[in-house]
């Protein structure tokens, strides 16, 4: 009779052990590196959805504000300008509580300061409208994630 010899195929405690342990510092490290990705995902899509919201204020603003005359102007404050656009209609806008509207509607939100600085054909800040030269706009906002972006623009003015 032959006598069957029982393989001892399998693994040791210790074997199981160090392979388990592989295992778990392989898989700490893939979450942080994928954990680290979504967050740097959210930063940049957060910052892009932001840039993006005052490049078409800025734009919207280049077209008001090319074609103002300076004898149009009634208000000129860092948080408001008030004048009339070539059709003889009133166009007003206006940051207050975070917000800047045009004509009452929202064109931007979350905005950290007063956009506008009004500037004479030196570049110096003026407060009189005849010597209004440029208007500077300087839109910072909050972004989803707190951080703070910001574009300045420096728009000429129609004489």
Known sequence: MKKRVLSQAGF????????????????VIAFNIIHNQVNTFGTVFSNTAAVSDIRKTVRLMRRDFQNLDNSAINTMKNSRLVFKDNDGEEVTYLFNNGKLTRNEKVVLENVARAPFSYLNSAQKETGASDSLRFIGVNLSVVAINADTVSVTETIYVRN
């Open 12 to 27: 040791t405690l210790m074997e199981m052990s160090v392979a388990l342990t592989v295992l778990g510092v392989v898989g």
